[in-house]
């Protein structure tokens, strides 16, 4: 452990060594899966107004926040880490304010429809489509990321 170092890389060290980029990539799907999911189950309630499709996608919705306000520290530690002035690095800021907005926006959708998840209104629905172009843009450079990742090493 190097005392000189800042607190959150002799946590890194102990901690988050073991997580390589792989297992982050691994972490990242899991939301991305859950919204996709969600604006599926969106789209199936508008088409069927059957209630139950709404609750399936408050709840699947429900996860991909959890598991993406999880693996978001987790990611940006990653990326501070990376050298500066790299393409990697650019690509994986870009990353990172994409699912951010990604982020914002299902989170906006959730805090709308969670009163009446039962039925949501068209706001929630299109915050939540919204996102989900977003998403693709980030699915999109998640991939550019892992590249240039692969290319630094």
């Not at 060290?13 to 691994?26: E, N, S």
């Not at 799907?29 to 604006?39: E, K, Q, R």
């Not at 609750?55 to 050298?83: N, R």
């Not at 393409?87 to 994986?92: E, K, L, Q, S």
């Amino acid at each position: 452990m190097n005392l000189n170092a800042p607190l959150w890389q002799n946590w890194r060290v102990k901690g988050i060594h073991a997580l390589d980029a792989t297992t982050l990539q691994t972490l990242w799907v899991f939301p991305l899966s859950f919204f996709a999911l969600s604006v599926w189950f969106d789209v199936i309630y508008l088409a069927s107004n059957v209630a139950f499709w709404a609750k399936a996608s408050f709840g699947v919705m429900t996860l991909g926040l959890a598991g993406a306000f999880l693996s978001a520290p987790l990611a940006w530690l990653e990326w501070h880490e990376m050298p500066r002035k790299t393409a990697a690095r650019r690509a994986g800021l870009w990353f990172g304010l994409t699912n951010t907005l990604v982020l914002v926006l299902f989170a906006g959708s959730w805090v709308v429809r969670s009163g009446r998840y039962f039925d949501p209104n068209y706001l929630a629905i299109t915050y939540s489509f919204l996102a989900s172009l977003f998403l693709v843009a980030a699915a999109w450079l998640g991939g550019t990321f892992a590249e240039k990742m692969k290319a630094s090493h």
